[in-house]
């Protein structure tokens, strides 16, 4: 069985520019959650995505979104980038409560 | 809400010792409990995980947990370590299968160093 896949694995961003980031969630998991590790902060919960749907957000400015496919996969868009989004953005699914899988992170350094 | 709490930053410790790793969690509901590695530059492998039943859980590379409801902690353990046992640890919380939002919450990590 595949695993949760992320694309790209690196990305480099100059400040102001966008930056779109792709998650291929396991085969039938319906959801999808999107972590942010910065140096120093550890691991802030961003959006989870359900069915197609946003089901939560966490504390992130509007600049950070998403969107969910009718395949489950998702893409995570940063607009206006900032030097302080440089992190490894991680990705998750599940298919129930209590089970998630992570994919290896996208590293976006924003220079 | 649910948080959790990882006292210790960094755990030094020489190979074959034993070792404890903290974590203390908080909700007002039921929750499931997770531990996570994480190697340099790579993402999160599950350890383990405490969903409901026995409260020792038996993970992967030798290590186990025990869920302790009335101190709310979920400590990590491992007889003997070793050098590859290395890298980050997260402990994670979620809330239980009573509804609502599910995702996971992070600890801020303990960095395990295993010294010869």
């Known amino acids: 069985e595949a695993g949760v896949t992320q694309s790209p694995t690196h990305l480099i961003k100059t400040r102001g520019q966008q930056a779109t980031l792709r998650c291929s969630p396991i085969s039938g998991h319906t959801s999808v959650y999107w972590y942010q590790q910065a140096l120093g902060l550890g691991l802030q919960f961003l959006l989870w995505?359900?069915?197609?749907?946003?089901?939560n957000r966490g504390n992130f400015p509007p600049r950070f979104s998403g969107r969910q496919f009718p395949n489950y996969s998702s893409e995570l868009n940063v607009n206006a980038l900032e030097l302080e989004d440089s992190a490894l953005y991680l990705c998750?699914?599940?298919?129930?409560?209590?089970?998630?899988?992570f994919g290896s992170g996208t590293r976006l350094t924003v220079v | 809400a649910q948080s959790v709490t990882q006292l210790d930053s960094q755990v030094p410790v020489f190979e074959e010792a034993p070792v404890e790793l903290r974590c203390n969690y908080s909700?007002?509901?039921?929750?499931?409990l997770f531990w996570y590695v994480q190697y340099p530059n790579q993402g999160l492998q599950l350890l383990l995980k405490y969903l409901s039943g026995s409260t020792l859980v038996k993970g992967i590379n030798g290590f186990e947990a025990e869920f302790n409801k009335s101190q709310t902690s979920f400590h990590l353990r491992k007889p003997s370590v070793h050098i590859s046992d290395t890298a980050e640890y997260f402990c994670a919380v979620a809330r239980g299968a009573t509804g609502g939002g599910n995702k996971l919450t992070f600890g801020t990590g303990t960095q395990l160093k295993v010294e010869l």
């Open positions: 995505y359900d069915e197609g749907e946003e089901r």
């Open positions: 909700s007002s509901v039921s929750v499931y």
């Open positions: 998750a699914s599940s298919l129930v409560v209590g089970h998630y899988t």
